[in-house]
Nanobody
Framework: QLQASGGGLVQAGGSLRLSCAAS????????MAWFRQAPGKEREFVSA????????YYADSVKGRFTISRDNVKNTVYLQMNSLKPEDTAVYYC??????????????????WGQGTLVTVSS
């Protein structure tokens, strides 16, 4: 089970940190990712991190502003979001893959999904 939290309302230029706590799985062996879905749009990849924290991946739209990290002791993955823009407004979902995805950006590679947390960025 994945439980996402940390969403909220923030002004443009502000920051938020999302958390996703995992239970019922061997978290340290899972590859983790964040996706987001804006109203009327398809779910899109935001960021991913490998199980050993050796690799991180970012969508071009968030590169340099967002940072993904994980704590394998706390079974939690984080998404630090800085310099937020109105176009970052979306429901953010965390996802877990038990095997190394051939394409981290493909949501079909992930077996488990959190319930989503809403991020609203006002202009």
């Amino acid at each position: 089970q994945l439980q996402a939290s940390g969403g909220g309302l923030v002004q443009a230029g502000g920051s938020l940190r999302l958390s996703c706590a995992a239970s019922g799985l061997t978290f340290s062996s899972y590859h983790m990712a964040w996706f987001r879905q804006a109203p009327g749009k398809e779910r899109e990849f935001v960021s991913a991190i490998s199980w050993a924290v050796r690799s991180t991946y970012y969508a071009d739209s968030v590169k340099g502003r967002f940072t993904i990290s994980r704590d394998n002791v706390k079974n939690t993955v984080y998404l630090q979001m800085n310099s937020l823009k109105p176009e970052d407004t979306a429901v953010y979902y965390c996802a877990a893959a038990p095997r190394r995805p051939s394409n981290y950006r493909d949501n079909g590679e992930y077996n488990y999904w959190g319930q989503g947390t809403l991020v609203t960025v006002s202009s």
